[in-house]
């Protein structure tokens, strides 16, 4: 399967743990992003790669927050010292896009965190 | 800041009937996206609007773009019980820099036999 994957599927973790989600977007796309959703609304913007380089992080995006792409391929997001504000599904898109004409963005299956 | 609204959020269709469902945006928006998401599921593409007066169909699913208008829609003709899933349009901001998308809150489209 080429598409976006996503690992872990499901993490349940306690209050003030530390946690990373990894996202492998599709191979030749150079465009990576992170979106949050809880239930019962859309996905919300996190952050933005372009190969290897952040180049935008949404207001949501506190500082204990951390993504990277360090080799422009996979990427991980970091939540340190987990609340329980931070239960959501964290999903991943990837999408090719040549300077000016970004398209179709693929999502992957998604992250269920869980904070007790 | 683009914002998106959808109505209705919630929408009891019998099979066979016909249905909208409506997205508008707050700004100019260069891309419009319909995404459906079943429960408990990662988001499928369905369309990706790039121009005012675009139409694109597929199978019962017809969405539209009216920039002038910031509307776009989805129909739904002959409803069938594999179409139940929230519907999410977005749109998208930030231009070619970044395109990231704006979500509405969804359409929770539930088709009773």
């Known amino acids: 399967d080429t598409g976006v994957s996503q690992d872990p599927r499901h993490k349940i973790t306690k209050r003030g743990q530390n946690v990373t989600f990894r996202c492998d977007p599709i191979?030749?796309?150079?465009?990576l992003y992170w979106y949050r959703q809880t239930l019962g609304q859309g996905p919300e913007f996190l952050t933005y790669?372009?190969?290897?380089?952040?180049?935008?992080k949404s207001r949501l995006l506190s500082d204990r927050f951390s993504a990277e792409r360090p080799k422009g391929s996979f990427s991980t997001l970091e939540i340190q010292r987990t609340e329980q504000g931070d239960s959501a599904m964290y999903l991943c898109a990837s999408s090719l896009g040549p300077a000016g004409n970004p398209l179709e963005q693929y999502f992957g299956p998604g992250t269920r965190l869980t904070v007790t | 800041e683009l914002k998106v609204e959808q109505n209705p959020l919630f929408l009891s269709m019998q099979e066979g009937k016909n249905y909208t469902i409506y997205c508008n945006y707050s700004?100019?928006?260069?891309?419009l996206y319909w995404y459906r998401q079943d429960p408990g599921k990662s988001l499928e593409s369905l369309f990706v609007?790039?121009?005012?007066?675009a139409v694109k169909q597929e199978g019962r699913l017809m969405a539209s773009l009216d920039t002038k208008a910031r509307l776009s829609t989805l129909h739904i003709t002959a409803a069938v019980h594999d179409l139940s899933a929230t519907y999410f349009c977005a749109g998208g901001e930030g231009g070619g820099a970044t395109n990231k998308l704006i979500f509405g809150t969804g359409t929770l489209l539930a088709v009773q036999p």
């Open positions: 790669f372009q190969n290897e380089a952040q180049l935008e």
């Open positions: 700004t100019t928006s260069d891309r």
């Open positions: 191979s030749e796309h150079n465009r």
């Open positions: 609007l790039l121009s005012n007066g």
